[in-house]
């Protein structure tokens, strides 16, 4: 996966955001939290930590988060960074009982996201990709959840009105997901799996992409106020 670059540029990238139009801090690596002042939104990536293992960097990355929103920030979390805004606002998160999620999946909108600002425009059901086994297992008080997919009952969710998390990848290309399937091939296999069968399924998730486009202008739009 390395040749590929990693999360922030795959976001960036998705995102249509220029290099000087992002800035990557790296918690885990050591970087200091940012001041807010200034920025339009934050998204926050995935990562191969678990929320659960309470880490330094995650936690204070959960208070810097709980602050930002109850400031208004506009936010997004993907994969992990969704599970650490929950685990920030006062929700739960845990091991998926129903297992690893892995490949191209089918995402259903509930009937509360037909008015939600980022996926009003998406179809009732669509293709994302996703690959994780810690899930949302209780959202945060005031939240709507947004999404569900068959193994998953939170793959989105709403907190008030300027924060969203997503289970799912939308930076994901297909050759990110492939990517995955084999990294995690064996995992795959001892869950009884088939990594093989996995990636002949991956197919382009076209909608979910527009997701990060549509909440950088969201974001840009309420900052600009």
């Known amino acids: 996966m390395k040749r590929y670059g990693g999360f922030p540029h795959w976001i960036r990238v998705a995102a249509g955001l220029e290099p000087d139009e992002a800035v990557v801090v790296n918690v885990e690596a050591g970087d200091p939290l940012p001041r807010r002042e200034g920025f339009a939104g934050v998204i926050v990536t995935g990562s191969a930590a678990m929320v659960t293992d309470r880490h330094d960097w995650s936690e204070r990355s959960a208070e810097w988060l709980r602050d930002a929103a109850h400031e208004g ?3 997004l979390g993907i994969c992990y960074g969704h599970q650490l805004l929950a685990h920030a606002l006062g929700g739960e998160v845990d091991y998926n009982p129903a297992g690893r999620e892995s490949g191209t999946v089918h995402i259903d909108l509930h009937p509360q996201a037909g008015d939600d600002p980022l996926f009003a ?3 009732s059901r669509f293709l994302a990709h996703a690959t994780h086994v810690q899930t949302v297992a209780k959202p945060p008080r005031d939240a709507t959840v947004l999404a569900k997919s068959e193994q998953d009952a939170c793959h989105a969710f709403r907190w008030r009105d ?3 998390g997503v289970q799912f990848h939308p930076e994901f290309a297909t050759h990110h997901m492939r990517g995955y399937v084999h990294a995690r091939a ?3 296999r001892s869950e009884g799996r088939c990594p093989r069968s996995i990636s002949r399924e991956v197919t382009a998730a076209p909608q979910a992409r527009k997701l ?3 909440f950088v202008r969201h974001a840009r739009g309420l900052h600009a106020r």
Do not use: F, G, V
């Open 212 to 214: 990060l486009r549509r």
């Open 162 to 164: 300027r924060a969203w």
């Open 121 to 123: 425009a998406l179809p």
């Open 73 to 75: 920030m506009s936010l």
């Open 186 to 188: 064996d995992h795959l």
